[in-house]
């Protein structure tokens, strides 16, 4: 059975930072590519950003320089520290896993709110 438990969410100032938390359980985690995506209300979902089980990584252009993803394989565990908050990064987070092999293999955890506001 697979499960990926975020966690790390809360409200929090603009300006302000947060570090998300995402524990992945029933994968063998390095062999995934892990990724963040986050829904606004009304809003398709989105990708926030990825890391390759080589820990290649890709962002979105509006979290460039203010959000990192990184990943520890022996915690089957991915990170998302968010730094200079905006109210417009305010959003469902949802934690990714995907495997691309003969068949393509997606998880996705429950998500976590995230609340930036003054």
């Known amino acids: 059975q697979v499960q990926l438990v975020e966690s790390g969410g809360n409200l929090v100032q603009p300006g302000g930072s947060l570090r998300l938390s995402c524990a992945a359980s029933?994968?063998?985690?390095?062999?995934?590519?892990m990724g963040w995506y986050r829904q606004a209300p009304g809003k398709q979902r989105e990708l926030v950003a990825a890391i390759t089980s080589g820990r290649s990584t890709n962002y979105a252009d509006s979290v460039k320089g203010r959000f990192t993803i990184s990943r520890d394989n022996a915690k089957n565990t991915v990170y998302l520290q968010m730094n200079s908050l905006k109210p417009e990064d305010t959003a469902v987070y949802y934690c990714n896993a995907q495997l691309k092999a003969f068949m393509t293999y997606d998880y996705w955890g429950q998500g976590t709110q995230v609340t930036v506001s003054s």
């Open positions: 029933g994968i063998i985690f390095s062999r995934y590519t």
